[in-house]
């Protein structure tokens, strides 16, 4: 199937997804203050620069787009144009993720991937902190 945007409308299009502060990651953040989190913000000291850190948990999270990191969901799919450069590109992104995690385990932290598509329920995402994070104000040692 044929794009239905011109290369240049493409291009812009695609120059204008950010990186940083995004909804599944404001969500994320919204969620982690008011259960009582403190944390840092893509720490560029570490590798992948986390999206979100607890440095004195020595934990990490990472919150992943499915079409950019390759997620195995409907919005993970590829585009039907330009299958080989969109193919090599989200598979050159997750051997760089698997890098950046195995990277940050050897240094000896803790990560919690979460993807896009499992955002949809705020109480079931604050669980999987909670259980990730431990009680908030509590460090463990």
């Not at 585009?79 to 450069?85: D, I, N």
């Amino acid at each position: 199937m044929a794009d239905t945007r011109t290369k240049e409308q493409r291009s812009r299009i695609m120059k204008s997804v950010g990186t940083q502060d995004t909804g599944p990651e404001l969500l994320v953040r919204r969620l982690l203050h008011r259960a009582g989190y403190r944390y840092r913000l893509h720490r560029k000291d570490l590798p992948g620069r986390p999206d979100i850190v607890f440095p004195s948990r020595r934990k990490a999270i990472f919150i992943h787009g499915c079409f950019w990191h390759g997620h195995d969901c409907g919005k993970g799919k590829l585009p039907k144009s330009r299958t080989e450069y969109w193919t090599a590109k989200i598979k050159a992104n997750q051997d760089r993720d698997a890098k950046v995690v195995s990277r940050l385990k050897k240094d000896g932290w803790q990560i919690l991937t979460l993807w896009q598509c499992e955002l949809k329920s705020a109480e079931a995402t604050e669980r999987i902190l909670r259980e990730f994070l431990g009680p908030p104000g509590v460090i463990e040692a």
